[in-house]
């Protein structure tokens, strides 16, 4: 965990890709300051990595590692929910929480087969997902005959909810796996008062935008962006 007293964010390395870092805001609307993004290239180096790529930023955060020689390598179209305006109807999947170590590794599974090669989770990597919010509701979507469909991870922070990650087992889709989850996490934050619900995907995930859509969200203005830059590590000598 790093924290310059302002600012808090998250390093680890990105999962099978040991020399790029991983670096996630635990507020991705925050911009950190300049010198603290210098500060993080400095340890990323020091620490032995290539490579850093952030999580999803805004426009605002986004603009200070630009000033720092990141680029953008995805762009993600940004979706809200106005939760008190829509019904939400019953999921036909039964859900259940993942708490062993055994349930998110086949999370993880499943995150590996929906996701592109480099963008996938691991275990690991989904427990962060998990710690992004102050609160946080992880679900397993089950077939009639038991066998894990898809996952979903819900946070909240007061009333604003948050859909974090989402991922449904390839020879399950079009079943109604991620409606049912999406229903699942929704109901949770109707629950516990939230009233805003955000959501992103790739600009081009045509299918998950349709979905989306039909469930009452609608695209904001406002877009985020991954980012990545080349760091230079230093030699043991050097540190």
Request: glycine content about 8%.
């Amino acid at each position: 965990m790093l924290d310059d007293g302002t600012v808090r964010a998250r390093l680890r390395p990105w999962p099978r890709e040991v020399d790029v870092a991983h670096l996630v805001l635990t507020d991705h609307t925050v911009a950190p300051r300049s010198t603290t993004v210098r500060d993080w290239m400095n340890l990323v180096a020091r620490d032995g990595y290539a490579t850093i790529r952030t999580g999803a930023l805004s426009p605002e955060a986004a603009g200070v590692f630009l000033d720092h020689g990141f680029v953008e390598i995805q762009h993600l179209a940004l979706l809200r929910l106005d939760l008190s305006a829509v019904i939400i109807g019953e999921p036909h999947h039964r859900t259940r929480p993942l708490r062993t170590n055994r349930a998110f590794e086949t999370a993880a599974r499943i995150d590996r087969k929906a996701f592109d090669d480099g963008w996938e989770l691991d275990a690991g990597g989904i427990r962060d997902a998990c710690e992004a919010t102050p609160t946080h509701r992880i679900r397993l979507a089950l077939t009639t005959a038991d066998e894990p469909a898809g996952y979903m991870i819900t946070g909240r922070n007061g009333s604003a909810g948050f859909i974090q990650r989402l991922a449904v087992e390839p020879g399950h889709e079009g079943q109604g796996v991620a409606t049912s989850l999406l229903i699942d996490g929704l109901r949770w934050l109707r629950r516990h008062g939230v009233s805003d619900v955000l959501i992103n995907t790739r600009r081009d995930n045509d299918r998950a935008l349709d979905l989306y859509r039909r469930l009452g969200f609608v695209d904001m203005d406002e877009n985020l962006s991954v980012l990545e830059a080349s760091v230079v590590p230093r030699t043991r000598e050097e540190r």
